[in-house]
């Protein structure tokens, strides 16, 4: 067997210098479209294990595939990265800026016997494989250009066709690694085909990308899906051909799935973690809520900061079995984070939600209706929708249809409207005053449940919805001018 090679010093890599045998992570993205909960999750979990060992946190831009590979998707990863608190070590590093690194080792691989040059065609590939098939052998290539002497390449060349070239596995025996969360993992390599690490354009492949750069950066755990345990095989054999006689550590992570047990997708809710926060989420509430998808603490605890779960993080707690998203659970957790929050943080949260629909706002009035909405808001979100009735424009304020269908059915709803004005006409405007409006629909004879119902009516009548923010708050918050004019509307819509 050819002697192994090694590559030349380390170029272009980040400014980081860890203690000797340092634990050294990367999270490695493709920038081919915005970070999926999956993908975060991979990348927390790098930075839980990274800070509790007191070790280092990288980025590394896996943008090999230039055609599809936009910086704008960069910018979307780094800033996600840090709207959720997880920030990197160093410099990111980018692989399409180190292409003539993984050329360079490709050429050593086939110099000394590790890999060739192969010209099929991609029809001729798939004719290739389609063979192995019919005889019950396992799909791929049959390596039938492992041999060709220099003549035969350089004919086929003249040909016009271009050259990929292919790594070459062994023919025999077997490839074992031990993974950290599902223990020791072996497959026959007579099941994986030689595999193609330089396209025919001249462009890496992410197997040869990364087996270069983990050495180079001197990773020390790989810690990722198990949607990449197979190409663990290819990676270490790789880095055994580039002369490296050690190995990192692999810890592949469970399926994150949704309902039914089917993977993760748009039609389970929101994937992106851009949605989540455009959708009111707190960072913190999202990312102690992916921590436990796949890993628990000791003692139970769900609601931690990103601090108490760096403290707690150990992969040996990590599960091999699926996660199940549950859309429900982080809404629960989310409305704990928002209570955690002191009033001024989560005005300031909540403020931008509020200023993009309506613009500037009353300070105090926000202020105000942040107050009463924390202690029932889920979301971020939630909390503007639930105060967007006192910041409307006079002609933009309608009643949910809904709202409004609840209303028309009730009987004797145009006294209810009737009584509540004559007494908000006429009463000291602050908040035990305005209660007083309870005595007047009593005085009506109506039941306990008839009596519930006609508060429904008149929260829909000023807050254009059947429930929301306490309502005797809101009528002090909105103003008697305001809240009567709504009412009366109401009561002239009724006929």
Same mark, same amino acid.
């Given at each position: 067997?050819?002697?192994?090679?090694?590559?030349?010093?380390?170029?272009?890599?980040?400014?980081?210098?860890?203690?000797?045998?340092?634990?050294?992570?990367?999270?490695?993205?493709?920038?081919?479209?915005?970070?999926?909960?999956?993908?975060?999750?991979?990348?927390?979990?790098?930075?839980?294990?990274?800070?509790?060992?007191?070790?280092?946190?990288?980025?590394?831009?896996?943008?090999?595939?230039?055609?599809?590979?936009?910086?704008?998707?960069?910018?979307?990863?780094?800033?996600?990265?840090?709207?959720?608190?997880?920030?990197?070590?160093?410099?990111?590093?980018?692989?399409?800026?180190?292409?003539?690194?993984?050329?360079?080792?490709?050429?050593?691989?086939?110099?000394?016997?590790?890999?060739?040059?192969?010209?099929?065609?991609?029809?001729?590939?798939?004719?290739?494989?389609?063979?192995?098939?019919?005889?019950?052998?396992?799909?791929?290539?049959?390596?039938?250009?492992?041999?060709?002497?220099?003549?035969?390449?350089?004919?086929?060349?003249?040909?016009?066709?271009?050259?990929?070239?292919?790594?070459?596995?062994?023919?025999?025996?077997?490839?074992?690694?031990?993974?950290?969360?599902?223990?020791?993992?072996?497959?026959?390599?007579?099941?994986?085909?030689?595999?193609v690490i330089v396209r025919s354009d001249g462009s890496p492949v992410f197997y040869l990308?990364?087996?270069?750069?983990?050495?180079?950066?001197?990773?020390?755990?790989?810690? #990722?899906?198990?949607? !990449?345990?197979?190409?663990?095989?290819?990676? @270490? *054999? $790789?880095?055994?051909?580039?002369?490296? &006689?050690? +190995?990192?550590?692999?810890?592949?992570?469970?399926?994150?799935?949704?309902?039914?047990?089917?993977?993760?997708?748009?039609?389970?809710?929101?994937?992106?973690?851009?949605?989540?926060? #455009?959708?009111?989420? !707190?960072?913190?509430?999202?990312?102690?809520? @992916? *921590? $436990?998808?796949?890993?628990?603490?000791? &003692?139970? +605890?769900?609601?931690?900061?990103?601090?108490?779960?760096?403290?707690?993080?150990?992969?040996?707690?990590?599960?091999?079995?699926?996660?199940?998203?549950?859309?429900?659970?982080?809404?629960?957790?989310?409305?704990?984070?928002?209570?955690?929050?002191?009033?001024?943080? $989560?005005?300031?949260?909540?403020?931008?939600?509020?200023?993009?629909?309506?613009?500037?706002?009353?300070?105090?009035?926000?202020?105000?209706?942040?107050?009463?909405?924390?202690?029932?808001?889920?979301?971020?979100?939630?909390?503007?929708?639930?105060?967007?009735?006192?910041?409307?424009?006079?002609?933009?304020?309608?009643?949910?249809?809904?709202?409004?269908?609840?209303?028309?059915?009730?009987?004797?709803?145009?006294?209810?409207?009737?009584?509540?004005?004559?007494?908000?006409?006429?009463?000291?405007?602050?908040?035990?005053?305005?209660?007083?409006?309870?005595?007047?629909?009593?005085?009506?004879?109506?039941?306990?449940?008839?009596?519930?119902?006609?508060?429904?009516?008149?929260?829909?009548?000023?807050?254009?919805?059947?429930?929301?923010?306490?309502?005797?708050d809101s009528l002090v918050l909105l103003g008697r001018a305001t809240s009567l004019e709504?009412?009366?509307?109401?009561?002239?819509?009724?006929?």
């Open positions: 067997m050819p002697a192994a090679v090694n590559l030349p010093d380390v170029v272009n890599l980040p400014d980081v210098v860890g203690a000797p045998g340092a634990v050294r992570v990367r999270f490695s993205p493709s920038p081919t479209g915005t970070l999926h909960v999956g993908g975060v999750r991979t990348a927390l979990f790098n930075y839980l294990f990274a800070r509790h060992a007191g070790g280092e946190f990288l980025l590394r831009i896996e943008d090999t595939d230039v055609a599809r590979s936009r910086d704008e998707w960069v910018t979307g990863i780094e800033r996600t990265l840090r709207w959720l608190g997880l920030e990197w070590d160093g410099e990111p590093v980018r692989q399409s800026t180190r292409f003539d690194r993984y050329l360079e080792g490709a050429s050593r691989l086939v110099a000394s016997g590790r890999a060739y040059e192969c010209f099929e065609t991609p029809e001729e590939l798939e004719a290739i494989s389609a063979e192995r098939q019919a005889a019950g052998l396992p799909p791929g290539y049959d390596g039938r250009a492992r041999d060709l002497s220099d003549a035969e390449r350089a004919a086929r060349a003249a040909e016009g066709r271009p050259a990929s070239i292919r790594f070459r596995t062994p023919d025999a025996g077997q490839a074992v690694f031990h993974d950290l969360v599902r223990g020791e993992v072996r497959v026959e390599w007579a099941t994986i085909s030689d595999f990308a990364n087996a270069v750069d983990d050495l180079e950066m001197g990773i020390t755990h790989v810690i #990722r899906g198990e949607d !990449l345990l197979d190409s663990t095989h290819r990676a @270490l *054999a $790789l880095r055994a051909a580039l002369g490296s &006689d050690t +190995r990192p550590e692999y810890a592949h992570l469970p399926l994150i799935l949704g309902d039914g047990g089917a993977k993760l997708s748009k039609r389970h809710g929101a994937v992106a973690v851009e949605d989540f926060e #455009r959708d009111g989420y !707190l960072s913190e509430a999202l990312a102690n809520y @992916l *921590a $436990l998808l796949g890993w628990a603490p000791e &003692d139970g +605890r769900e609601v931690l900061t990103l601090a108490e779960i760096v403290s707690e993080f150990d992969l040996g707690r990590v599960t091999h079995s699926a996660a199940r998203f549950d859309y429900a659970k982080l809404d629960w957790m989310n409305g704990e984070w928002i209570r955690r929050l002191s009033l001024d943080e $989560l005005v300031s949260r909540v403020e931008p939600f509020i200023t993009a629909r309506f613009g500037p706002v009353d300070g105090a009035t926000l202020r105000e209706a942040t107050r009463m909405g924390q202690e029932r808001a889920v979301t971020l979100a939630s909390l503007a929708d639930q105060m967007d009735f006192l910041f409307v424009a006079p002609d933009r304020f309608a009643i949910e249809p809904e709202a409004w269908a609840r209303v028309e059915g009730l009987d004797r709803v145009d006294e209810v409207f009737d009584a509540a004005m004559g007494h908000l006409e006429l009463c000291a405007w602050e908040f035990d005053a305005i209660g007083g409006l309870r005595d007047p629909i009593k005085d009506l004879g109506l039941s306990g449940k008839a009596r519930k119902a006609a508060m429904g009516a008149l929260y829909a009548a000023v807050e254009g919805r059947s429930a929301g923010l306490p309502l005797f709504r009412m009366r509307a109401a009561r002239q819509r009724l006929g």
